[in-house]
C-alpha cells in the first residue's frame, strides 16, 4: 500500500490476555517505530528498528511488551498479561534511513483493556 | 541529547488571526526538526520540516516555521487561522541516534 497500515484498527481485549498488533510499513522503509499514546499525551516511545534488529527498545514500559520484525518489514508489537492501563492508542511509523528524513506514521490501533 | 519543549499545552485564537505555536529545542548540533499536525481521531500528518538548506520553512495549509539557531527556537505560524486548524500540533525533533522524540503537543482552537 501507499501508507502505513496498522490491523486491527481497534482492539478489545479483557484483562489478563494477550494481544498482537501489526505494522505494514512502508516498502523500502529500514526504520519502523512503535509508539504509544494516552488520551490527552502525546506519543510516547516505545521501540525502533533498523532492519530486523531492536536499535532501541529503551520505551518499553516493562517485559510484557514485546516487538518482532524478522523480516525487516512488517512488525509485530506483543503485549502479554494485559492491564486497564495498558488502553492507549499504539502507533507505527516507518522512515528511510538518515538526517532529516520524516517519518510516516499508521492511523494507530485503539487498544482498549477492560 | 535532543529534546524538544513546547511552550504552550493550548493556543486559542479566533479565526482569522495569526497562529503562534512556540518549540524550543536542545541539540548539541543541527538538528532535524518536523512540525506534525494531528486532527481528533486521526492520523499524525507531516505539516512541514526543516533540511538545514533554509531557515524559513514554509508547510501545508498555510503553515511556515523559522528555524532560529541563537533562540534554538522553530515556532510554527500562520498568518490567518481558519476552523478546520483547530487539531493538536506536535514539535519533533530527530535524535542522533534516529529515535523520534515528540513535544508535549499544543492543543489549537479557533474561535468563530
Known amino acids: 500500500g501507499a501508507g502505513v497500515s496498522q490491523t486491527p484498527s481497534n482492539k478489545v481485549t479483557e484483562k489478563g490476555k494477550y494481544v498482537e498488533l501489526r505494522c505494514d510499513p512502508i516498502?523500502?522503509?529500514?526504520?519502523l517505530y512503535w509508539y504509544r499514546q494516552s488520551l490527552g499525551q502525546g506519543p510516547e516511545f516505545l521501540i525502533y528498528f533498523q532492519g530486523t534488529g531492536a536499535a532501541d527498545d529503551s520505551g518499553l514500559p516493562n517485559d510484557r511488551f514485546f516487538a518482532v520484525r524478522p523480516e525487516g518489514s512488517v512488525s509485530t508489537l506483543k503485549i502479554q498479561r494485559t492491564e486497564r492501563g495498558d488502553s492507549a492508542v499504539y502507533l507505527c511509523a516507518s522512515s528511510t534511513t538518515g538526517l532529516n528524513t520524516e517519518a510516516f506514521f499508521g492511523q494507530g490501533t485503539r487498544l482498549t483493556v477492560v | 541529547a535532543q529534546s524538544v519543549t513546547q511552550l504552550d499545552s493550548h493556543v486559542s485564537v479566533s479565526e482569522g488571526t495569526p497562529v503562534l505555536l512556540r518549540c524550543n529545542y536542545s541539540s548539541s548540533y543541527s538538528p532535524s526538526l518536523f512540525w506534525y499536525v494531528q486532527h481528533p481521531n486521526k492520523g499524525l500528518q507531516l505539516l512541514l520540516k526543516y533540511t538545514s538548506a533554509a531557515t524559513l520553512v514554509k508547510g501545508i495549509n498555510g503553515f511556515e516555521a523559522e528555524f532560529k539557531k541563537s533562540e534554538t527556537s522553530f515556532h510554527l505560524t500562520k498568518p490567518s487561522a481558519h476552523m478546520s486548524d483547530a487539531a493538536e500540533y506536535f514539535c519533533?525533533?530527530?535524535?542522533?541516534?534516529?529515535?523520534?522524540?515528540f513535544g508535549s503537543g499544543t492543543r489549537l482552537s479557533i474561535r468563530p
Open positions: 516498502s523500502g522503509h529500514t526504520a
Open positions: 519533533v525533533v530527530i535524535s542522533s541516534a534516529s529515535k523520534i522524540i
